[in-house]
């Protein structure tokens, strides 16, 4: 008896993780702010949504044209939107019963690059439960950041190291920020993993929260610290922020 109900046990958990890995409409990228190559842009490319390293996608941002421009001033709040195929990205929150394949959850990062992407700083961080296209996910531009008025150059950037699935995200929309003279930009740097472009160490994913199907949304604290100026230069995260549970497999 002991034996089938280990059995029985060991079968559930592999159909549960079997759930989670399964990618009946995979992967994830950003509506708000628009970001490049979506369905929202005159051109929509069909990887959009995937990692960085699918069919050669580059890093940074997949290598796309540039997207539509948001504007937005130091001191505002940005509510990101994900979005991925079968998902209706003009109607918030979207329709009941979705199932976009999150992987598990992850580890979010919202960065910000001054310089076409060649450094990047972290604005926020959400850990777990993130990405969900249920969930509005804030981020503080910070009060003392100082402007960026080259849409070319200027970019807001999601990556996500997903849970079930060693595979890292990166997607950009181009952005002007109206930001304070003398502004400085945060100091820590966005995370990058398991890109073989960059000759990294392969093999990285992020504790998230194991699950499938929807998530419980951004955690409490994690969204005051991504709205509170925690991520501002001289603010709490440092070159530090918080752990973003990645382990080696
Ligand atoms: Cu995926």
Known sequence: MKTSALVSSVFIAASTLLSVLS????HMAISNPPAQAGPWTKD????VHAWIGYEGKKFP????????VTTYRAGQIIPVRFWTF????KKFPPKAGLKPSRHGGGACEFSLSYDGGKSWKVIGQYTKTCPDIYYEWPVLIPKNAPSCKDSNKCLFAFSWTAYATN?????????IINGVKGGKLPTLEMTVVDVKQLKQKQNTHAKGDARGGRSS????REKQMSTNGYYAAGGGAGNHGIDLGLVRR
């Not at 941002?61 to 539509?68: I, L, N």
């Open 23 to 26: 990618t009946t409409s995979a």
């Open 44 to 47: 929509l490319k069909s990887d």
């Open 61 to 68: 941002c997949g290598g796309y044209k540039k997207g539509p």
């Open 86 to 89: 079968g998902v209706d990205y």
């Open 167 to 175: 595979q890292f995200y990166h997607h950009c929309a181009n952005v």
């Open 217 to 220: 949304g951004p955690d409490r």
